[in-house]
Every structure is written in structure tokens, then in C-alpha cells.
């Protein structure tokens, strides 16, 4: 049996004739960049979010670059975030000018760990930006007190989490600005890259709405210096068709997650931690194997299972951030994470007998 790691064909097959003619229309109507798809979109995805406002925009990455550069952060500024996430998080932080201060995670969630912020804190610092990693929300509530104290700003990182709740509040909805990312491997994903910025500030939704159009005002005339930063047509189309099915691709994730819970209990394999508080939507369902990660995933591959290592060298261990003076120790707990964690098939479309059989192959290893 083969089984990959997600099987977006699968999901277009549900789909197809919706998606063909979404497409086949916004084709035909020759409007590709921003135009009434992606207003109906924005429209859609702010209500599904309980009323905010919120802008398509060119992917995840443009997303949070576009919430940097609204907030005016730069040089000699500091930005608090996790060492544990996709390298855009840190990375948008840098191409502003700005410098990344990693704070460790919590053992059983990855998310970032609050208590460790506000140490980190200092002059220079100018925002936080929390990862609502694999599908669960980090917690806000003390984030967002921490941030309320120093005059802090909360850009939430909610590429992996959309639909996901915290005390019943959706992810990207709590801090000054969410953002999403609508990569085609995310719960709600595109054809190719894509992204949103939610908000409920009204300054900062123009001038972002602004500045990801280059900072144009009216036509040929540029009030600050954006970027192009748009959401295509096509890929709104694609979109606008997939998000009324987002609930329930989510509750059929939760419900694989549980399968594995029960076939893991009561063995040596850690099973996520989803905290009370939270709903996750299981964008990943990651495992903690003690010792022999890495044969496993071999093992694995040789039955025809994928998996997935999210992430296998922390940011502040990156090559790139060198300059910045991370090393080994620093934040032991991410550091741990990325040599025992592995990530497992979640997708909607997944049988019980592919199910069985990952779990199957998984407990005669350990």
C-alpha cells in the first residue's frame, strides 16, 4: 500500500466540477488581480472569522512581511518569536531589518512558551508574533496581557490554523493582526501560493490595503512604499469553493487524530497534546518518538508511508541567523522537538484501512 503524506487529488475529485467552473468563469471574465472574486472572498473569510476585515494577499510570507511593514518595524528593532515554525516566521522579521529573539516552546503543545516572553523583552522590542503551530492556537490570553503591558504589537502567524478556536475566539482574531496562508498543502489551500491579512484596526486594514498594491493611493500616485503583494483571481476562485467544506475537512481530521489516539495508547509513541482551550484543526498530527526517529521514517518509507519532519533544525540554529548569536542550548525544549518529532497522514480522504495500516506499521516498530 502507498499512502502520501497528503493526497490533494483526492480532494479535487470531491470538488471538481465546482472548481472547473470557478475557475472556467474567472477565466472568462478577464479580471485575474484583486476584482469582485477576491472581494468575495475577503467578504467570506472575514464572516467565517466572525467579522473582521480581512485582505487577500500574495502568500503566507507576503502576509506577515505586510503586517511588519504596516507596523512600521525595521531596523534596530526586535521582534519576539518561536524557534519551532516554518523559517518565513523569522524570516520576514530579518528582510525588514529587524532582528528575531527566539523564545523556546512548551513540551507538550511546541507553541511558544509565554513565560519565557517577557524576559526577552527589551527597548528594542516591538512585537510578538506567536505561531498557532500544527492546527492549535498558542495561548493568547497571557500573550496578549504581556503585550498590552510593554506596548507591544501581536501579529498572529495562523498559516496552519485556520478555523481553529482559543476559549471559543478563531485564531488570527485576538492579536492586531492575523495571517493566513493558503499554500495548496494548508486545511484551506490554493492552486499555488496565496495568503490573507485579518484584522479589526481600521487604520492598519487601509494602509495595509494600501501598501500590499505598492502603496499606491489613487492610480499612479504612491503614498508609502509597499510591495506587490496581491492576491491573484484564479486562486480566490479556487478558494471561495473550498472554504464552504473547511468544517467539515476539519471535524474528518479530528476524527483521524482520535483514531490514532486510540491505537497509540498505551504504547511508547506521544501523541499530540491539544489543550482544553483550544480546537485544533490538525493541519499536522505530529508524534514524539523517544529514540529512532529517523530509522522510522525509513521504516516507514519501505511500506509505501510518508511522513513528514517539521522541523529538523531550529530557526535560531539556522545557518542564516548566524549573525544573531544563536546556539545549542538556547532553547532546548524546540531543540529536542526537532530530533523526536515526526508527522503522520492526517487528510480528510484517509480510509480506515490506510489508517490501520499506518498504525499498524508504526507500533511493530516501537
Not at 527566539?102 to 527597548?123: G, M, Q, S
Not at 522510522?296 to 522541523?311: D, F, H
Request: glycine share 8%.
Amino acid at each position: 500500500m502507498t499512502i502520501p503524506m497528503l493526497d490533494l487529488k483526492a480532494q479535487y475529485q470531491t470538488i471538481k466540477a465546482e472548481i472547473d467552473s470557478a475557475v472556467a468563469k474567472t477565466i472568462e471574465s478577464q479580471i485575474f488581480i484583486n476584482g469582485p472574486v477576491v472581494e468575495k472572498l475577503e467578504e467570506s473569510i472575514g464572516k467565517y472569522l466572525g467579522g473582521v476585515k480581512a485582505l487577500g494577499v500574495s502568500s503566507g510570507t507576503d502576509a506577515i512581511l505586510l503586517a511588519l511593514m504596516a507596523m512600521g518595524i525595521g531596523e534596530g528593532d526586535e521582534v519576539i518569536t518561536t524557534p519551532y515554525t516554518f523559517f518565513a516566521t523569522a524570516g520576514c522579521i530579518a528582510r525588514v531589518g529587524a532582528r528575531p529573539v527566539f523564545v523556546d516552546v512548551h513540551t507538550d503543545t511546541y507553541n511558544i512558551n509565554a513565560d519565557l516572553i517577557e524576559k526577552a523583552i527589551t527597548p528594542k522590542t516591538k512585537a510578538i508574533i506567536p505561531v498557532h503551530l500544527f492546527g492549535q492556537t498558542a495561548a493568547m490570553d497571557p500573550i496578549l496581557a504581556i503585550a498590552s503591558k510593554h506596548g507591544l504589537r501581536v501579529i498572529e502567524d495562523g498559516a496552519q490554523a485556520i478555523g481553529a478556536t482559543y476559549k471559543g475566539r478563531p485564531a488570527c482574531t485576538m492579536g492586531d493582526v492575523g495571517t493566513l496562508s493558503f499554500f495548496p498543502s494548508k486545511n484551506l489551500g490554493g492552486f499555488g501560493d496565496g495568503g490573507m491579512v485579518i484584522t479589526k484596526d481600521d487604520t492598519l486594514y487601509a494602509k495595509m490595503k494600501s501598501m500590499r498594491n505598492h502603496g499606491q493611493g489613487s492610480q499612479y500616485h504612491y503614498d508609502m512604499v509597499g510591495g506587490n503583494f496581491r492576491l491573484d483571481a484564479l486562486q480566490a476562485a479556487v478558494l471561495s469553493v473550498k472554504l464552504p467544506y473547511l468544517e467539515l475537512w476539519s471535524a474528518k481530521r479530528r476524527r483521524n487524530a482520535s483514531f490514532y489516539n486510540n491505537r497509540f495508547a498505551n504504547s511508547k509513541v506521544k501523541t499530540p497534546v491539544i489543550r482544553k482551550e483550544n480546537l485544533s484543526i490538525f493541519n499536522q498530527y505530529v508524534i514524539e518518538v523517544e529514540d529512532g526517529r529517523d530509522a522510522l521514517v525509513q521504516k516507514l518509507k519501505e511500506k509505501g508511508i510518508a511522513t513528514a519532519v517539521y522541523y529538523p533544525l531550529p530557526l535560531h540554529l539556522q545557518k542564516c541567523f548566524e549573525s544573531f548569536g544563536g546556539k545549542v542550548g538556547d532553547c532546548p525544549v524546540a531543540e529536542e522537538a526537532a530530533k523526536k518529532t515526526l508527522a503522520l497522514p492526517i487528510y480528510p480522504e484517509l480510509t480506515e484501512e490506510q489508517l490501520n495500516y499506518i498504525a499498524d506499521a508504526i507500533l511493530a516498530d516501537k
